[in-house]
């Protein structure tokens, strides 16, 4: 089944303590992405990944860092987290070229910064 | 800056009803796409339809249909025909580039 994972789906923290969250697709996509989720705020765009080695900053990068090592992950990680980065996180990923770039979306990790 | 408006906080509608959510962007880009999302209660994103900005012709799913106004920089869904489980929050997304943008959203309420 074609799909977006992450984990973990829910991660309660507290501030400093650096956290991993994981993104792993199997539909062989290129472009890859890291969103929060915020009321009012819909949903913005931390960083991004075009290929393998190639990342770059969404709207909202700050206090966020990813990468790329394979084609099939996205890894994000808050080195040391504050309470203003409880949000609702989603990964997503979509083909570079062609069918009109729809992105597939994991099913989101609810993270809360004590 | 790339922005997607939602003017629409919230909306309602008569289950078998016709309606309509906003929504405005500003690209200076001349090639881009343009979507529609549905976040239901359990927060998945799905996609509902999306419109290349160099096609003319608006975009068509069954039930959910776009108003498309490159001039106006304008990208309306309609969902004809309404029914419970079109019940859901609605983002409208732009990508002008190599960056996708939303909108706040348009919470959809279908009334029984």
């Known amino acids: 089944e074609a799909q977006v994972t992450q984990n973990p789906r829910y991660l309660i923290t507290v501030t400093g303590k650096k956290l991993t969250v994981t993104c792993s697709q199997n539909m062989n996509h290129e472009y890859m992405s890291w969103y929060r989720q915020d009321p009012g705020l819909g949903l913005r765009q931390i960083y991004y990944s075009m290929n393998v080695e190639v990342t770059d900053k969404g709207d909202v990068p700050e206090g966020y860092k990813v990468s790329r090592k394979e084609k099939r992950n996205f890894p994000l990680i808050l080195e040391s987290p504050s309470p203003n980065q409880t949000s609702l996180y989603f990964c997503?990923?979509?083909?570079?070229?062609?069918?009109?770039?729809?992105?597939?979306f994991g099913p989101g990790t609810r993270l809360t910064v004590l | 800056a790339q922005t997607v408006t939602q003017s629409q906080p919230e909306m309602s509608v008569q289950e078998a009803e016709t309606v309509t959510l906003s929504c405005t962007y500003d690209t200076s880009e001349s090639d881009y796409y343009l979507f529609w999302y549905k976040q239901p209660p359990s927060r998945q994103m799905i996609l509902v339809i999306r419109q290349e900005a160099y096609k003319q012709q608006n975009a068509t799913e069954n039930r959910f249909s776009v108003n498309f106004q490159k001039a106006a920089k304008s990208f309306s869904l309609k969902i004809s025909d309404s029914q419970l489980g079109d019940a859901a929050m609605y983002f409208c997304?732009?990508?002008?580039?190599?960056?996708?943008?939303f909108g706040t959203g348009t919470s959809l309420t279908v009334i029984p």
């Open positions: 997304a732009s990508k002008p580039g190599n960056q996708f943008y």
């Open positions: 997503a990923s979509s083909l570079w070229q062609g069918v009109g770039h729809e992105q597939f």
